[in-house]
């Protein structure tokens, strides 16, 4: 990128961190050689030259990464943005919509429109952003509550390295996050709207941002990321070690929250944290007895593996009674509340810590 824009890399503070997290950066290098004026664009909030070149979406906004959106513009129109002191976004015309209004914790933002700069690098579009915004900003903002309550340690990570939440709602995908738009989560309501949901789908997608950022540039951790799993273990399954990884660090991290929201005084449903703790913990116990002697990891990713099996044992002495005895059948991959109420009428009775 820098030698597509030195002019604008040249504005730009090389001592800030915080400067080359945005997500859309991470964008426009996953979709190859972009111009100085997306490039000045995706850097505004640092760069903030005199005038901008920016198009609008069909909507007749505008989204600068960092700062917000303008909006009230001519729809899919290349126009020339000029520096606005007065404007909370920075930039003129149009109604501006800062990002600092949909704070959700201290550096993290929900995004209360799609963001083309972002959607230009997922593998599909996503339906629903703005409306699931609008109806659930509470509820994850409580969910951010509970985990900063009662696990102040991941509260901090997530608010150091995910910048952007993306709240939209398509029954067809599952909540995700993507290397090419890295810091910012995506969470499907289609598939939960509780407090337990958001919780537990921000500890499992946050995850993934989390421990992408902590794999980076250190010691491999496993031999061949692209080794699949299907033919390490001769059966049906679709993912390569490196994904299975990522699923098995999310899932500790998914248990290890739900168990310190299930023993705290929080105001959930202890019945639906319950089912979703058992099936997170038996997915991470079917992975770790298949995955964890496979010969494939590095020094580092075994000594990762056994700090996983070491947060499971007690996990598993705890629960594994309950995970044996609820009914799993007809449960999708994404966890079914009404499916496990349906199975299991009688509510659980978790064990004490």
């Known amino acids: 990128m820098y030698d597509d824009a030195r002019d604008v890399f040249d504005r730009l503070d090389f001592d800030d961190d915080a400067t080359f997290l945005e997500p859309a950066a991470f964008a426009a290098a996953a979709t190859g050689t972009t111009s100085p004026a997306e490039l000045a664009l995706v850097f505004a909030a640092s760069a903030r030259p005199a005038e901008l070149t920016a198009t609008t979406d069909t909507e007749g906004r505008v989204f600068l990464p960092g700062l917000g959106y303008l909006g009230g513009l001519e729809p899919s129109t290349s126009l020339r943005l000029a520096r606005d002191d007065a404007s909370p976004v920075g930039y003129g015309p149009g109604w501006p919509i800062p990002l600092a209004d949909w704070r959700v914790s201290d550096a993290t933002t929900l995004l209360p429109y799609p963001a083309p700069l972002l959607e230009v690098a997922l593998p599909a579009a996503i339906d629903g952003v703005e409306n699931a915004a609008k109806a659930h900003r509470e509820p994850l903002e ?14 901090d990570a997530i608010g150091r390295v995910v910048r952007y939440v993306v709240v939209f709602d398509d029954p067809a995908l599952n909540s ?3 290397p090419p738009v890295h810091g910012a989560a995506f969470l499907d309501v289609a598939h939960g709207t509780t407090p337990a949901y958001f919780v537990e789908d921000l500890a499992h997608q946050c995850g993934h941002v989390l421990f992408t950022a902590a794999w980076e540039g250190a010691e491999p951790l496993v031999e061949d990321p692209d080794a699949d799993v299907a033919t390490l273990l001769g059966r049906d399954d679709h993912r390569t070690i490196e994904v299975a990884l990522h699923g098995m660090v999310t899932q500790t991290l998914m248990v290890a929250m739900l168990e310190r929201l299930l023993d705290s005084d929080a105001d959930v449903d202890p019945d639906e944290v319950t089912g979703r703790l058992l099936f997170a913990l038996l997915r991470l116990g079917l992975d770790l007895h298949a995955l964890a002697g496979l010969p494939v990891y590095t020094e580092p990713g075994q000594s990762l593996v056994r700090a996983l099996a070491e947060t499971y044992q007690p996990l598993a002495e705890r629960y594994g009674d309950l995970v044996v005895a609820t009914d799993w059948r007809s449960q999708p991959y ?9 199975r299991n009428p009688a509510p659980a009775a978790a064990p004490r810590a």
């Not at 409580?142 to 509260?155: D, F, Q, T, V, Y």
């Not at 994404?334 to 349906?342: E, Q, T, V």
């Open 142 to 155: 409580r969910a951010l509550s509970l985990i900063r309550s009662g696990w102040p340690e991941l509260a």
């Open 176 to 178: 995700f996050a993507a």
């Open 334 to 342: 994404n966890f079914d509340y009404a499916i496990y109420r349906a």
